[in-house]
């Protein structure tokens, strides 16, 4: 069974840093082109960014870019997100998915960013 599992989310002031990361299991992680989801209240669920299965590819939303930074540690089968300078609008609950921005499969359990003064 494919797991998902993200974790590292909190409560952050305007112009603040988080670091996301997400556990995964069931599959071969190497092999995979992963993904960040989020989903705000009341919205539809929005493709953060991307890296490509050796991690030299990687792809953003113009919403975040420049200000977050996708990586993945192939041998730990962890992926992680670091998230700089953010903004309320970046309030959500944050996935880990398995799959390009086109088509994922996204994890069960998200991690809540809650990004306000």
């Known amino acids: 069974e494919v797991q998902l599992v993200a974790s590292g989310g909190g409560l952050v002031q305007p112009g603040g840093s988080l670091r996301l990361s997400c556990a995964a299991s069931?599959?071969?992680?190497?092999?995979?082109?992963l993904s960040w989801v989020r989903q705000s209240p009341g919205k539809r669920l929005e493709w953060v960014s991307q890296i490509s299965s050796g991690g030299r590819t990687t792809d953003y939303a113009d919403s975040v870019k420049g200000r977050f930074t996708i990586s993945r540690d192939n041998a730990k089968n962890t992926l992680y997100l670091q998230m700089n300078n953010l903004k309320p609008e970046d309030t959500a609950v944050y996935y880990c998915?398995?799959?390009?921005?086109?088509?994922?499969?996204?994890g069960r359990q998200g991690t809540q960013v809650t990004v306000s003064s």
């Open positions: 998915a398995k799959g390009v921005r086109q088509s994922y499969t996204v």
């Open positions: 069931g599959f071969t992680f190497s092999m995979y082109t």
